[in-house]
């Protein structure tokens, strides 16, 4: 079984989007894969009572407990490699991870980004698409690697900007469109796997 392990910091609607497709297109019948657990750096994450709902595997690896960015990175690559994954899907993975980690799982990991990359890549992405008047916003799918918010796109949707959208508007107009690309973007990756 090809296990893949799901990252959150919070909500974790995309990690729900996974779960849910995995489980309606039967990912276990036909493609060997089946999400084995969504690790946390935040204890409180919602995402984490609904993976567990899920009857999915939880882990918490907090941030705040550790001095250093590589002793963290070290700390949930541990709970990671637990699972022996065939896939790392960071979704909603709010920090920024070290080269050695990245390195670690190079070619299967993959990482979900609310704007049209190359364009917006860091924080604030609705507020500043629509600060520059972009008439188009969305989100990317890519690999990871240690440049942020870089590596080779696998998906991208894309979503018009209304004239009274707000930074949260556009977000949940965006966000839509994540739930469906990112399920779709992650078998075609373990379809090839
Ligand atoms: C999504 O917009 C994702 O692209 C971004 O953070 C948001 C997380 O939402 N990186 P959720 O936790 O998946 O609900």
């Known amino acids: 079984m090809k296990n893949i392990v799901i990252l959150i910091s919070g909500t974790g609607s995309n990690m729900a989007a996974i779960v849910r497709a995995a489980e309606q297109q039967r ?7 089946r999400v084995a657990a969504v690790v946390s750096n935040r204890p409180g994450a ?11 595997a939880t882990a918490v690896v907090d941030h705040k407990a550790h001095a250093s960015r590589d002793t963290f990175d070290a700390a949930l690559m541990q709970a990671i490699d637990a699972h022996q994954p065939a896939l790392v899907v960071l979704a909603g993975f ?10 670690h799982y190079e070619g299967r990991i993959v990482n979900i980004h ?18 520059e008047g972009c008439k ?11 440049e942020l918010d870089h590596g080779e796109i ?23 469109q994540e739930h469906l690309i990112y399920p779709r973007a992650v078998a075609e990756l373990l379809q090839k796997q």
């Open 27 to 33: 990912w276990a019948e036909r493609l060997g894969a």
């Open 46 to 56: 919602r995402g984490l009572d609904t993976a567990q709902a899920a009857g999915i």
């Open 154 to 176: 696998l998906a991208q949707a894309a979503v018009p900007v209304l004239p009274d959208d707000t930074a949260d508007t556009l977000a949940a107009r965006v966000l839509t």
């Open 136 to 146: 188009l916003a969305g989100a990317t799918v890519h690999r990871v690697t240690a």
């Open 114 to 131: 609310p704007s049209l990359l190359p364009a917006f890549p860091g924080l604030h992405t609705h507020q500043r698409a629509l600060d």
């Open 94 to 103: 709010m920090r920024i991870l070290t080269p050695g980690f990245v390195a």
